[in-house]
């Protein structure tokens, strides 16, 4: 995260605090109040708006931080992504500071064509056929 990005996220975080702290106070001002005036008829005071205002304003603003402090988001279609790798390795995959992005694992269908019951089978045959066929006339 940049200094940018945190410092939008802490001012978010600060007025959500200062939101819920004006709800407790709500909250408690308003039993008390209650309290003392038990034989009248009193109504449960709902919650003010700009209290209500300031909270939604508070997340919207931490949400904007942490989206500001998001890496670049990859291609969502596969072929994309590992034609990128395919063609420039992990020189495409630099973060803002130059190093290479911590998940980067390399292509993601080097093991597809690594594992071994993912051999030709019948091209294998045939080559030990041929193989078998020269060392008879030999």
């Given at each position: 995260m940049t200094?940018?990005?945190r410092a939008v996220t802490l001012a978010g975080l600060v007025f959500l605090a200062h939101s819920c702290y004006s709800a407790q106070e709500h909250f408690?001002?308003?039993?008390?109040?209650?309290?003392?005036?038990?034989?009248?008829?009193?109504?449960?005071a709902s919650?003010?708006?700009?209290?209500?205002?300031?909270?939604?304003?508070?997340?919207l603003i931490i949400?904007?931080?942490?989206?500001?402090?998001?890496?670049t988001l990859r291609p969502v279609q596969w072929n994309v992504?590992?034609?990128?790798?395919?063609?420039?390795?992990p020189a495409g995959f630099v973060d803002g500071s130059g190093q290479v992005e911590r998940d980067y694992r390399g292509s993601p269908f080097g093991v597809l064509e690594s594992r071994p019951g993912f051999v030709d089978i019948r091209k294998q045959r045939r080559d030990f056929a041929k193989w078998a066929k020269g060392n008879k006339e030999g």
């Amino acid at each position: 995260m940049t200094w940018t990005s945190r410092a939008v996220t802490l001012a978010g975080l600060v007025f959500l605090a200062h939101s819920c702290y004006s709800a407790q106070e709500h909250f408690a001002l308003s039993s008390a109040l209650s309290k003392r005036a038990a034989s009248q008829q009193h109504s449960e005071a709902s919650m003010p708006i700009d209290i209500r205002i300031e909270a939604v304003v508070a997340t919207l603003i931490i949400c904007l931080g942490l989206v500001l402090g998001s890496q670049t988001l990859r291609p969502v279609q596969w072929n994309v992504w590992a034609g990128k790798i395919e063609r420039e390795g992990p020189a495409g995959f630099v973060d803002g500071s130059g190093q290479v992005e911590r998940d980067y694992r390399g292509s993601p269908f080097g093991v597809l064509e690594s594992r071994p019951g993912f051999v030709d089978i019948r091209k294998q045959r045939r080559d030990f056929a041929k193989w078998a066929k020269g060392n008879k006339e030999g």
